[in-house]
């Protein structure tokens, strides 16, 4: 773990304004650019371009072109080869020298890789530990539950901390006797995972005290945060990470802000009524496979309010989901995002026992799926839907489509949860969300926020 991370990210002032952030930004990309783009044989040649001029990266474009953009030589089939092996065999020890090599799928399927030196494990590690470590008088005990190890995360292990994986493919209920002998004073999960320990505890499955529950890699929703916080009676706090790295976490307040210490984020703005974005990240820490102008698919809403914890660092109301999955309903003046938040607090008044739920658009009807209710009460929750979801309509100017409420959740499709999933059809994909930066203006992370 790298000490001087940990102390900066445990203990160092946060940025008093916006200016503080640019300056710092600007003193972060002059090294990249000097000591970092010319050891890749893709970037090499635009070490000299302004940020927002570098190509446009995506997912596909940046795996596409692996081999060239990263500055270990790594071949993109021999990454492919060993994160491939490790995912059939489950061990995920093996390296490439001393670079790791994960997989990820995402919500959306899309394999893609990511690398991770010792380097930068070891600020990974201690970026993580210095926001989130519970105290320093012991030594503290981490259950990390997530869908496949990495040396990146084993990297959190030291003298004063016993690290566990748990994977997540296995039944839970393999876990609850070795996560009762752990007894961790850190629990990190997805959302998913949190909700089904939680019931555990709930139930007396599992007696557990952490001092710390941490979210990730899934929407944290307001019952999912609800149900953890009441049975593990602690503060759950939140991890914002995607393969491109920590995009933002918690502040002690308890608040979402963007990891601007790190990285530098833009907004491509999708919805100008809400502000809600698409990231666009550069980051100046990453040396073994560079992140430069990559546009992610989720949906973030910025929060404009100052946040108590006087951090400057542009901070989120919250993760809205992917934007191939965002809500867009037909109205007067054009499409309108309906956030999901607004359809989570519909189904949450639900007189229903309603214990999960999702919500699937196939562009001519609105299958909501209810898990927890016979087919007697999903009639009743649709009739009690339908003129909730019209008075959302008449709210927000526009048209819902006519709704299919059904008991029973379907199969799930990936690792990740989704509680909301658009299946639009034919033409009307081109409907159900705006294209890439069509008629869209590229803002700074900041926009405002928290100055």
């Known amino acids: 773990m790298s000490l001087a991370a940990f102390l900066r990210t445990r203990y160092a002032p946060a940025f008093a304004s916006r200016a503080a952030i640019e300056a710092h930004h600007a003193r972060g990309f002059r090294r990249f650019r000097r000591a970092v783009m010319p050891r ?46 490790a995912e059939r065999s489950r061990d995920f020890s093996p390296t490439i020298g001393e670079v790791s090599v994960g997989l990820s ?47 990146l995360y084993r990297t959190l292990a030291n003298p004063m901390l016993r690290f566990e994986f748990f994977d997540m493919l ?49 929407t944290l929703s307001p019952q999912d945060r609800a149900a953890a916080s009441a049975a593990f009676e602690c503060r759950v706090d939140e991890v914002y990470q995607a393969t491109e790295g920590v995009l933002a976490f918690t502040c002690p307040a308890g608040r979402l802000h963007l990891n601007e210490r790190w990285l530098r984020i833009e907004r491509d703005v999708v919805d100008p009524d809400t502000g809600a974005f698409c990231p666009v990240v550069h980051d100046f820490t990453r040396e073994s496979l560079p992140i430069l102008n990559y546009r992610l698919d989720d949906v973030l809403l910025p929060d404009p309010r100052p946040c108590p914890c006087g951090c400057a660092s542009a901070r989120l109301a919250r993760i809205e989901g992917r934007e191939d999955d965002m809500l867009w309903w037909p109205g007067e003046g054009g499409r309108r995002l309906v956030s999901a938040e607004a359809i989570r607090s519909i189904l949450a008044a639900l007189s229903e026992p309603v214990r999960d739920w999702r919500v699937i658009d196939h562009g001519d009807r609105l299958e909501v799926r209810l898990d927890g209710v016979d087919a007697a009460g999903a009639a009743r929750a649709g009739a009690q839907l339908e003129p909730e979801i019209a008075a959302l309509g008449r709210r927000l100017s526009c048209t819902p489509p006519p709704l299919d409420v059904q008991s029973g959740l379907p199969p799930e499709g990936g690792a990740k949860r989704r509680r909301i999933v658009v299946r639009r059809q034919g033409n009307l994909d081109a409907f159900a969300h705006p294209s890439p930066s069509s008629g869209r203006t590229l803002q700074k992370s900041g926009g405002g926020i928290g100055t």
Request: include cysteine; charged fraction near 25%; proline fraction near 7%.
């Open 105 to 151: 799928t995402g919500t959306s399927g899309q394999r893609g890789l990511f690398l991770a030196t010792v380097r930068e494990r070891r600020l990974w590690a201690a970026i993580l530990a210095g926001r989130f470590w519970p105290g320093l008088a012991r030594r503290q005990r981490v259950a990390f539950f997530m869908r496949a190890d990495n040396r």
């Open 40 to 85: 890749s044989p893709f970037y090499r040649p635009l070490s000299a371009v302004p940020l927002e001029a570098l190509p446009r990266m995506t997912k596909a474009r940046l795996m596409e072109n692996f081999s060239e953009i990263n500055t270990c030589g790594i071949d993109r089939e021999r990454a492919f080869e060993v994160a491939l092996a």
């Open 170 to 218: 296995a039944p839970v209920e393999d876990h609850l006797p070795r996560l009762a002998a752990l007894r961790p004073t850190v629990l990190i999960a997805p959302a998913r995972m949190l909700g089904l320990l939680a019931g555990a505890q709930a139930a007396s499955a599992l007696d557990l005290a952490p001092a710390r529950v941490i979210s990730v890699a899934e």
